[in-house]
Nanobody, 124 residues
Framework: QVQLAESGGGLVQAGRSLRLSCAAS????????MAWFRQAPGQEREFVAG????????HYADSVKGRFTLSRDMAKNTVDLQMNSLQPEDTAVYYC?????????????????WGQGTQVTVSS
């Protein structure tokens, strides 16, 4: 069982930055893959970025590649998403997710544990 809690959302102007943090707790975290998803109103939840807890290998959606950076701090049990050059189309509720395994997965149903979400709103 893993518990996830997001923080760091807010309202920013286009071109600015935000940093989201996901605090994870539970046993054997190094056996989990972590990811950030986002969901805009009326749209499906979409993969943003993922990372293996143990190896640190990252993967990004094309829409955020070069703007977002995912990192994890094993000492603090946090997974952070640094979001730069934000655009209005990045507006969504952002969720932290985890599943126990080693393969990259980019579809929401494949993840077993979710945080409550944090709102990110980018104004033009």
């Amino acid at each position: 069982q893993v518990q996830l809690a997001e923080s760091g959302g807010g309202l920013v102007q286009a071109g600015r930055s935000l940093r989201l943090s996901c605090a994870a707790s539970g046993r054997d975290l190094n056996t989990y893959r972590m990811a950030w998803f986002r969901q805009a109103p009326g749209q499906e939840r979409e993969f943003v970025a993922g990372i293996s807890w143990s190896g640190g290998t990252t993967h990004y959606a094309d829409s955020v590649k070069g703007r977002f950076t995912l990192s994890r701090d094993m000492a603090k049990n946090t997974v952070d998403l640094q979001m730069n050059s934000l655009q209005p189309e990045d507006t969504a509720v952002y969720y932290c997710a985890a599943y126990r395994g080693s393969r990259l997965r980019i579809t929401a149903p494949m993840y077993d544990f979710w945080g409550q979400g944090t709102q990110v709103t980018v104004s033009s």
